[in-house]
């Protein structure tokens, strides 16, 4: 039997102050919008962001003193308890401003922007202070800016992936480095993630929408959220086809490698064109768009299942609009929503509830599986064939040109096969709980996936105030294995974790 672990906990608090520091300055910023838009609880954000940057200062400021040097096991509990610390701080505005007066349910709220689900129990989100509305659409920015920050800093010295396979906190093989520099590197990706931010947010605005939900529903965008300051999500704006083909434009650049954008700025567009994933995710949008499309513009009354104006430009732009919107919408895992796709036929339910496991790029601030993975088992799966008749012969599997270890294989087949045993236990807990058949394998896929809508009494136009306290406290724990890779944080339940040997 192994001793107890010796941690370097200095460090750890260290790192979840400087954490808290982060939040409370966004809290802040938050309070500054309630005062532009004086919608009466400016007090209450301004105290909420004080006291946690108060409480984040002296942790640092106590553990200042600790040991520079991390190891893999610090690593892992300061990713995997550091969402936990964001979101239990983050919740303290919905609770502060009575917003949403039930921790259970604020927590529920701060997890799913946090990990950029999109899930929310609000049932009239218009009615929510701006300040409030503001605050819930940062933890969906500042998730998808830490998932940037993860991928390239932390979890490559955790081994899982890294950079001998760059990936948003996920095993992607593509060794790619912007710069030498990780600090660096990530400093680059933020440029662009801040940058198309930006750019969404005006062009948004140029088409009609208010600053307010310009800026809202950018951050939402690029960090594959899918919070929306409306009811109806984007359907709101159905009228307005450009608003939609829009965040279409930024929600595939979102649900893309963020390496490929830098090399695109950098004129590198051969590296883009030419990455196998970027084709993969690409072809993958194409098709699915193509086959939704045929079938609500031949089966589908976009009439009952869009919620206002769904024909604008006629049916046949209407059809492959929603078919788009839709289709990106749940492979890049941001859960937008135009029209309720569970009314588009049985086989575009099943369709749906199939793209909720293939994910975004690596690298990218998609949740899922991830394309990369789908790739490598796909060609492995192919290699089984050869390796049966030749079972001699040396197959390596190859990404980009470049033979992949076999190690990084076992990895990814590994990751596949944790990830379907999650879903079933994850839809088996909301069985549990006297949730139906269709409802409890679609929030179990959405939540794991990080996507937001799911099926059922759960679906697209509705949201999950209705289920019951355990089981959005299972939901958000699915949404956290989800967001972190699994690994991250299912390592932590394993007792040889805490031994030293």
Sequence with gaps: MGKRLRLNYKIIFYFFGLLLVFNGGFILLSALVSLIYQDGVTLQLVSSGLGILIFGLLGMINHRNHNKEMNKREGYIVVAFGWIVMSLSGAIPYLATGAIPNFTNAFFETMSGFTTTGASILNDIEIVPKGVLFWRSLTHWIGGMGIIVLAVAILPLLGIGGMQLFAAEAPGPSADKLHPRITDTAKRLWLIYFGYTAAETILLQVAGMSFFDAINHSMCTLSTGGFSTKNASVAYW?????????????????????????????????????????????????????????????????????????????????????????????????????????????????????????????????????????????????????????????????????????????????????????????????????????????????????????????????????????????????????RLELFTVLILLTPFFWRNR
């Design 238 to 482: 159905n009228n307005q086809p450009i608003i939609q083909y829009i965040i279409i434009a930024f929600m595939f650049l979102a649900g893309s490698n963020f390496v490929l954008s830098y090399f695109a700025f950098k004129g590198k567009v051969q590296k883009v064109i030419h990455d196998e994933e970027f084709k993969l995710y690409f072809k993958f949008v194409a098709i699915f768009t193509v086959i939704a499309a045929l079938i609500i513009y031949f089966r589908a009354d976009l009439t009952v299942s869009s919620i206002d104006h769904p024909m604008v430009w006629g049916k046949g732009e209407s059809a492959f609009r929603h078919a788009l919107f839709q289709v990106l919408s749940v492979i890049t895992t941001t859960g937008f929503v135009t029209a309720d796709y569970t009314l588009w036929t049985p086989f575009l339910v099943v369709f749906f509830f199939g793209l909720m496991f293939l994910g975004g790029s690596a690298g990218s601030t998609a949740g899922g599986v991830k394309v990369v993975r789908h790739l490598v088992l796909i060609k492995n799966g192919f290699l089984e064939f050869k390796r049966t008749l030749h079972p001699n012969a040396i197959l390596p599997v190859r990404y980009n040109k470049r033979a992949i270890s076999g190690d990084i294989v076992f990895n990814i087949l590994g990751f596949f096969i944790l990830y379907m045993i999650a879903f079933i236990i994850g839809a088996l807990g909301f069985s549990m709980m006297g949730i139906n058949f269709e409802s409890s394998i679609g929030i179990a896929a959405s939540s794991l996936g990080n996507v937001g809508p799911a099926l059922g009494q759960f679906g697209p136009v509705n949201n999950y105030a209705a289920l019951p306290a355990i089981g959005k406290w299972w939901c958000s724990f699915l949404m956290l294995i989800g």
